[in-house]
């Protein structure tokens, strides 16, 4: 008896869909609107949006900081190379504390309060960077800073999944990376003419302009229906969709399958996830990220002057080059999310990623040859750029996109702490082997790198799921089907 009520209701959940020539997710059209396939979005969906993705350009300011700073810190601290390179590389390891509590903290004070307390550590850590006059302070402030943006790589993305109707979520929940991209590369700008404490401060203004923001957004709807806040999730979603919007289909579907989900024990742990119902949801996450970081995105990144250097090219054409590439590209991907779907877009991506590191790896071979070496140079920039372009598209914001979309809700923030984990160590360790690789052999780590784009795309092909136009319920149930059937 007790089986077949368990049943019944891990079918209940599950809406019917096709009543929906009225609307669309909530969103009030009428048949001239369904027809062009787009509603109005309600301002409050857009500017909850804006809101969170100051944290992705917080992230990415963060990023881009070490480069354009590093001459004005050492002259005036007199810090050497490996002074300097502890600087930069202990960021990577804040994030990985971030990174490890992320999930936890999101779950225990909700999205918004986890948001905002990851800014308060980059608030303080710009501080201590801005006014820092020897190596440990900013040691120190590069630490809290990397601690707030590994909070804010797992809540952003989340909370614009939860909120965001299924037919915008893939579009909304990339401007995260566009956001990152847009950080790196303003930061870039800005540091070419201002002093290394005043980009400091600087960093501190889209920190501050979110914590402002955050009490005027909703709080996401499904983690407000996870802690038993019935009522208050329903205005929450009525405040997103609209206050002409029939929301009561969704509310019922995030009700019923939460509560469905609320007859099993929520992981409390890394180790809690590894059980039979989780086993493709966290294969699909915790894969994506490991081959999108050992595809040699950071070394690429990182070294990308040194690269067109090693090659024969001029390193700083070579930086502008990718710069101007990597925004518009991470446009398109945000623009193609919704409409292509994310499989198409990652396998383009990773079939790219693999042709310009391929490229790259030519040219050091040619160079090793001694043969074309007026040709070499060339394939160099082209292979970079290739690379830079198919990365944006896709393989840099969809494994994200992914990940906040896969979990169920009561094992999300164990879960989705795992994935940002992986992505933070995975990205350091490429940081770190990344020059002793190219110590070794120039043509065989393209190669390597270029090898594993080439698994990605048969990982893509075989074992991510379509999510477009799915809600995050329907995707959750068919990857997982025995956390709600058990």
């Known amino acids: 008896m007790e089986d077949s009520k ?40 857009i500017f909850s949006t804006l ?119 893939g579009g909304f929940t990339t401007v995260h990376q566009l956001m990152i991209c847009c950080g790196v590369s303003l930061t870039y700008l800005f540091g070419a003419f201002l002093n290394w404490r005043i980009l400091a401060l600087i960093g501190i203004i889209p920190c ?10 909703p709080e996401s709807p499904r983690w407000l229906a996870k802690i038993g806040q019935l009522e208050g999730s329903e205005n929450a979603l009525q405040r997103l969709r609209g206050k002409n919007a029939n929301v009561s289909q969704e509310a019922t579907e995030i009700r019923d399958y939460t509560k469905a989900l609320q007859q099993h024990s929520e992981a409390s742990s890394i180790i809690g996830l590894f059980q039979l119902q989780y086993l ?47 925004i518009p590209m991470t446009t398109l991907g945000v623009l ?59 393989m840099g914001g969809i494994p994200w996109v992914i990940m906040s979309e896969i979990f169920p809700i009561n094992v999300k923030g164990s879960a989705g702490s795992l994935v940002t984990l992986v992505n933070w160590l995975c990205s350091w360790i490429v940081s770190y082997a990344f020059n002793f690789l190219m110590s070794w052999s120039s043509t065989g780590s393209f190669f390597i790198f270029c090898g594993i784009c080439g698994l990605t795309v048969v990982f893509v092909a075989k074992l991510v799921p379509e999510t477009k136009d799915r809600t995050l319920e329907e995707i959750q149930a068919s990857l997982n089907p025995f956390s709600t059937m058990r």
């Open 6 to 45: 368990s049943t019944e209701s891990s079918q209940s959940w599950i809406p019917l869909l096709s009543n929906t020539e009225s609307q669309v997710h909530g969103v009030p059209c009428d048949k001239e609107m369904m027809q062009s396939e787009t509603c109005s979005m309600p301002a409050t969906l």
């Open 51 to 169: 809101v969170a993705v100051f944290g992705s350009y917080v992230f990415g300011s963060s990023v881009g900081y070490s480069s354009p700073a590093q001459s004005g810190i050492m002259d005036d601290l007199t810090l050497d190379v490996s002074d300097y390179s502890i600087f930069g590389s202990i960021l990577t390891i804040g994030a990985i504390i971030g990174a490890f509590v992320s999930g936890r903290i999101a779950d225990f004070v909700g999205r918004r309060v986890a948001m905002g307390f990851a800014e308060v550590f980059c608030i303080l850590g710009w501080l201590v960077i801005a006014f820092s006059n020897v190596a440990w302070w900013l040691y120190i402030g590069r630490l809290l800073v990397g601690c707030g943006i590994g909070l804010l790589s797992y809540g952003v993305p989340v909370y614009v999944a939860e909120v965001t109707p299924k037919n915008l979520r």
């Open 208 to 217: 501050s302009a979110q914590i402002l923001s955050l009490p005027f957004i």
């Open 280 to 326: 493709k949801s966290l294969t699909v996450g915790v894969c994506l990220m490991i081959l999108q970081q050992f595809g040699g995105v950071n070394g690429i990144v990182f070294y990308a002057s040194s690269i067109f250097t090693s090659a024969g090219f001029s390193g700083s054409i070579g930086t502008i080059a990718m710069v101007a590439v990597q």
């Open 336 to 394: 193609l999310m919704d409409k292509s779907g994310r499989r198409p877009l990652l396998l383009v991506s990773a079939s790219g990623t693999c042709l310009g590191l391929f490229l790259v790896a030519l040219s050091f071979l040619l160079q090793d040859l001694h043969k074309w070496k007026e040709l070499s140079p060339i394939l160099a920039l082209v292979g970079v750029l290739v690379y830079t372009g198919s990365f944006s598209l896709g």
